[in-house]
């Protein structure tokens, strides 16, 4: 299954943030969204990730002042993405070897969704569990 089929469950709405804007501000859209990270945009293209993550090493780095940096000055670049047409496992073995939580779906240049490995897992889990239900009705009516 592909990364599309995720979007097509959990929807395709990008909440996003651009460089310019200040932490305090992305920081307050996080609370707000109750999420973990947001793609950076430029018009419609990704040039980074901003993240609870990066909060955190920049409030190590330079304390109660990272929050009046700009978004730019924190966030994670490149960002690494993913298309529509990556298979799960994909985008889950990815996630892993990088060490990351949340990637941009990018179509082009355009981010047409957001997938946490939450979203990744849950939906494997799903899977496992329907398989299971499958082999034990077979096995039941044979």
Do not use: C, W
Not at 37 to 64: K, Q
Not at 66 to 90: F, K, N, S, Y
Not at 116 to 129: A, C, M, P, Q, T
């Amino acid at each position: 299954m592909t990364i599309s089929a995720i979007l097509g469950g959990k929807g395709r709405e990008v909440i996003s943030v651009t460089a310019d804007q200040s932490v305090r501000a992305a920081v307050a859209l996080l609370a707000e969204r109750r999420i973990g990270a947001v793609p950076v945009l430029e018009g419609t293209r990704v040039v980074g990730v901003f993240s609870e993550r990066d909060v955190i090493y920049a409030v190590a780095a330079h304390g109660n002042d990272a929050l009046a940096r700009t978004v730019a000055d924190i966030m994670t670049a490149p960002a690494i993405t993913v298309g529509p047409e990556e298979a799960v496992i994909g985008a889950l073995s990815l996630m892993t070897r990088r060490r990351i939580r949340h990637l941009p779906v990018v179509e082009g240049e355009r981010v047409v969704g957001m997938v946490s490995i939450g979203d990744l897992v849950k939906y494997r889990i799903d899977r496992i569990e329907a398989d299971a239900e499958a082999m034990r009705s077979y096995i039941q009516s044979a």
